[in-house]
């Protein structure tokens, strides 16, 4: 069966290869380092004692804490990713205090060619990324693989169950499943993985870290558009959202004056039509990448960057977390939670149904059904601070409840060191 996918792959190469260079022209950055994707080109010359896959960017920022834990301990470390977004923030992250390049796409040949260059002493898979040939080689490499803050959405298992024959030797060729929760662990355990090779250690992102951020350049913008203003930030948002948010601005602008709307497109390529939405809007629009073009007057922001989102939590009152109003399944909300700011959030977050769960039975969280109510949320807690303290309150305690993950994710990934 592998022999059968591996002949398809290489058949595909060429059509991925092409699929690069079209994504490329809303994102260039697709068109760049195509022959690091083959193990061509850039290389690791250097001892590596982790090597840690984060696909993108949601697995990159889950797993910026357990990357600085290690290299507290002077362990070497390579990061791959696999799209632009999650590149460009290990690299504008860590700069030179890791090693980093796009992961080999699924290639026998080029797998075999990874492994054997960079020699890893254990290989961190980031919660659930399973290629066939990765992972073999990885093992006939004989690297210890770890999958880690590992999760298995309900849905995603029902398909997986229908798949078993294929996905249980696949799972079984990791020495340590490190699932998100209790949830999780059973549902690995169902597809047929070895019960000792998993445990539900918790989930990392609630180890979100805040002092990596310097809050200067966010509050010299802050005082560009006007330091006493409303502000509501939407983040991570998808197509569809943006419009959904703008029509009811107005209606937010009209209970308290000079509210101020932050939009962070959730993928790079949509910045310029989310720009163009908002002006063909009516509204005074500025950009982040354009100081110039942030002043007082105008009445949305689109944040055309990338890796800023906890400092702009910081310079906001109020934060809407996308892919929630929209059937994408929804987004990390623990980092404006972190923040100290009142989280408002769709309820379409299959993605992160346990934290939204312990989140919303809490008390902790918002969650609407359409853009409208995000309105009537920031409009009804503005008007009642105790009720808006609670909240924030709330969620801090569910935060720190939960810390810890990356400690417990240390202890297993050094033992195999």
Not at 99 to 109: A, N, T, W
Not at 194 to 213: C, H, Y
Request: hydrophobic share 45%; net charge positive.
């Amino acid at each position: 069966m592998r022999f059968i996918y591996s002949l398809l792959m290489y058949l595909l190469a060429p059509f991925i290869v092409l699929r690069l260079w079209w994504k490329g022209r809303k994102l260039p950055s697709y068109r760049q380092r195509i022959a690091e994707r083959f193990y061509l080109g850039k290389r690791v010359n250097a001892k590596v004692d982790v090597w840690i896959h984060a696909v993108s960017l949601g697995e990159v920022i889950a797993a910026i804490p357990l990357i600085n834990a290690m290299l507290s301990k002077s362990w070497s470390v390579l990061v791959t990713t696999m799209t632009p977004t999650g590149s460009e923030r290990v690299s504008t992250y860590f700069g030179d205090k890791v090693h980093h390049q796009y992961v080999p796409y699924d290639l026998p040949g080029v797998l075999k060619r990874f492994f054997r260059q960079i020699n890893p002493k254990v290989g961190v898979i980031m919660e659930t990324e399973l290629w066939p040939n990765l992972l073999f080689q990885a093992h006939k490499a004989k690297v210890p693989l770890i999958l880690a803050n590992a999760r298995l959405s309900e849905s995603s298992f029902r398909g997986y169950l229908r798949l078993r024959f294929l996905f249980q030797p696949m799972l079984n060729l990791f020495n340590a499943i490190l699932a998100q929760s209790d949830d999780d662990a059973r549902r690995f355990i169902a597809l047929g993985v070895k019960v000792d090779l998993v445990k539900a250690l918790g989930n990392m992102k609630f180890d979100v870290q805040t002092n990596q951020i310097s809050s200067v350049p966010f509050r010299q913008l802050k005082d560009l558009w006007g330091s006493d203003r409303l502000v509501v930030i939407a983040a991570s948002t998808h197509h569809d959202e943006e419009a959904l948010i703008l029509q009811h601005l107005k209606r937010l602008q009209a209970s308290i004056p000079q509210a101020l709307l932050l939009i962070a497109p959730r993928h790079p390529e949509r910045f310029p039509t989310v720009i163009k939405l908002c002006k063909e809007s009516g509204f005074n629009t500025g950009v982040r990448s354009n100081p110039t073009s942030i002043s007082k007057e105008n009445e949305v922001i689109v944040l055309d960057s990338l890796g800023e989102l906890l400092g702009f939590y910081g310079v906001s009152d109020y934060a809407f977390v996308g892919g929630s109003l929209v059937p994408v399944g929804g987004h990390n909300v623990l980092e404006a939670i972190a923040m100290g700011i009142p989280v408002i959030s769709g309820k379409l977050v299959n993605n992160f149904k346990t934290i939204m769960k312990d989140l919303a039975d809490a008390q902790a969280i918002q969650m609407i059904e359409q853009a409208k109510e995000l309105v009537d949320v920031v409009i009804r807690l503005e008007d009642d601070v105790a009720a808006r303290n609670q909240m924030v309150a709330n969620a801090s305690a569910v935060l720190e409840k939960n810390r810890g993950s990356v400690a417990k994710h240390l202890e297993v990934i050094g033992r195999w060191l």
